[in-house]
């Protein structure tokens, strides 16, 4: 762990910037490649943009299609190894050839990607598929930016040639409650496992944070007692300390607002801050260091999904082994956050 924080303490945190002493803005598409390389950047000073802006350099994973002009994903990991920044153009990728247009794409209308058709189809999964067939559901993912297309584009996308290639019978209701903040982040946490680079938290942000969910609606998010509304506490925590009653929507609001800090003060996207969250088990000062420098406060790894599997096995050895990996404390603290 010394060996790591010292590590830590010797890079430079001006690494990421240029010549005048502005910080280096970069933009990476949302994914597990931006989760790993968001600390590095912003540990060495730079900048994370959430939309693609002039002037910020286009980052891309070797091998994947990138426009003229982008830079390799690699330029970051060799800039934090070496400890000084490097010159851009070693790094630059080959600009892909045009993709040609499908035969039975409208004249001047866009085509949908197949990650474009996946992350339709996540969203609707994860909001009900009762709502596709309104306007409610798809004008929020068009103020989300879920893909290029407008809502009226997406709504036809999924109801004409989405829906039909499902083969399932349709879902006549809705979900009556919602699932909370967390357990719709932690949707998230198990899909970025599997490669998922599309949040579907945002929705769930965005409807508690608007004062229009019910009563029903909140019971099942964070619940806490007034020294817990500033924070994601765990349940271990909440139970060394007198319980007492604050609203649900007052301890939402609160979260929303840590996050929506964290997103300002790290340029991070919804995504990655929810990660960030998951992975330090909700702990908010642990979170805040974890995004600082990519490393836990306490010099322990962070939890993967596979951990959470492994945790939820009653196995003496599985256990004794998370507790080696983790420490006692840390485990503790797991499996309350896990049951909150």
Same mark, same amino acid.
């Given at each position: 762990?010394?060996?790591?924080?010292?590590?830590?303490?010797?890079?430079?945190?001006?690494?990421?910037?240029?010549?005048?002493?502005?910080?280096?803005?970069?933009?990476?598409?949302?994914?597990?490649?931006?989760?790993?390389?968001?600390?590095?950047?912003?540990?060495?000073?730079?900048?994370?943009?959430?939309?693609?802006?002039?002037?910020?350099?286009?980052?891309?994973?070797?091998?994947?299609?990138?426009?003229?002009?982008?830079?390799?994903?690699?330029?970051?990991?060799?800039?934090?190894?070496?400890?000084?920044?490097?010159?851009?153009?070693?790094?630059?990728?080959?600009?892909?050839?045009?993709?040609?247009?499908?035969?039975?794409?409208?004249?001047?209308?866009?085509?949908?990607?197949?990650?474009?058709?996946?992350?339709?189809?996540?969203?609707?999964?994860?909001?009900?598929?009762?709502?596709?067939?309104?306007?409610?559901?798809?004008?929020?993912?068009?103020?989300?930016?879920?893909?290029?297309?407008?809502?009226?584009?997406?709504?036809?996308?999924?109801?004409?040639?989405?829906?039909?290639?499902?083969?399932?019978?349709?879902?006549?209701?809705?979900?009556?409650?919602?699932?909370?903040?967390?357990?719709?982040?932690? %949707? =998230?946490?198990?899909? /970025?496992?599997?490669? #998922?680079?599309? &949040?579907? *938290?945002? !929705?769930?942000?965005? +409807?508690?944070?608007?004062?229009?969910?019910?009563?029903?609606?909140?019971?099942?998010?964070?619940?806490?007692?007034?020294?817990?509304?500033?924070?994601?506490?765990?349940?271990?925590? %909440? =139970?060394?300390?007198? /319980?007492?009653?604050? #609203?649900?929507? &007052?301890? *939402?609001? !609160?979260?929303?607002? +840590?996050?929506?800090?964290?997103?300002?003060?790290?340029?991070?996207?919804?995504?990655?801050?929810?990660?960030?969250?998951?992975?330090?088990?909700?702990?908010?000062?642990?979170?805040?260091?974890?995004?600082?420098?990519?490393?836990?406060?306490?010099?322990?790894?962070?939890?993967?999904?596979?951990?959470?599997?492994?945790?939820?096995?009653?196995?003496?050895?599985?256990?004794?082994?998370?507790?080696?990996?983790?420490?006692?404390?840390?485990?503790?603290?797991?499996?309350?956050?896990?049951?909150?």
């Amino acid at each position: 762990m010394a060996e790591r924080e010292g590590a830590a303490a010797a890079r430079s945190r001006s690494l990421f910037l240029w010549e005048d002493g502005s910080p280096m803005r970069f933009y990476v598409r949302p994914g597990l490649a931006k989760l790993r390389l968001a600390p590095l950047v912003l540990a060495g000073g730079g900048r994370l943009c959430r939309v693609q802006e002039p002037g910020a350099v286009l980052l891309a994973q070797p091998g994947e299609p990138a426009p003229g002009g982008a830079v390799s994903t690699e330029y970051v990991t060799e800039c934090v190894e070496r400890n000084r920044r490097l010159p851009l153009e070693p790094f630059r990728l080959p600009a892909a050839p045009p993709a040609a247009l499908p035969a039975a794409a409208p004249r001047g209308r866009l085509a949908f990607t197949e990650a474009e058709d996946a992350a339709l189809l996540r969203a609707v999964r994860g909001r009900g598929e009762a709502r596709a067939s309104g306007q409610a559901l798809w004008k929020e993912l068009e103020r989300a930016g879920l893909t290029r297309h407008s809502w009226q584009a997406m709504r036809d996308r999924y109801l004409r040639h989405l829906r039909p290639l499902l083969g399932e019978p349709r879902r006549t209701e809705e979900p009556a409650q919602s699932t909370g903040l967390f357990e719709a982040a932690n %949707r =998230e946490f198990e899909s /970025t496992e599997s490669g #998922s680079d599309t &949040s579907d *938290v945002s !929705e769930e942000l965005s +409807t508690q944070d608007g004062g229009g969910e019910s009563p029903g609606e909140t019971e099942s998010g964070l619940k806490a007692g007034p020294e817990d509304c500033a924070l994601p506490d765990t349940q271990l925590q %909440r =139970e060394e300390r007198p /319980t007492s009653t604050c #609203s649900s929507s &007052s301890v *939402v609001g !609160e979260v929303v607002k +840590t996050m929506q800090h964290f997103m300002e003060k790290f340029g991070m996207d919804l995504f990655t801050v929810t990660q960030a969250f998951l992975k330090n088990t909700g702990e908010v000062e642990t979170t805040l260091y974890f995004l600082q420098t990519g490393e836990r406060l306490d010099g322990y790894p962070v939890w993967s999904r596979e951990d959470d599997l492994e945790l939820q096995k009653d196995d003496e050895r599985v256990r004794n082994k998370l507790i080696a990996k983790f420490g006692a404390e840390n485990v503790a603290k797991r499996v309350a956050f896990r049951k909150s």
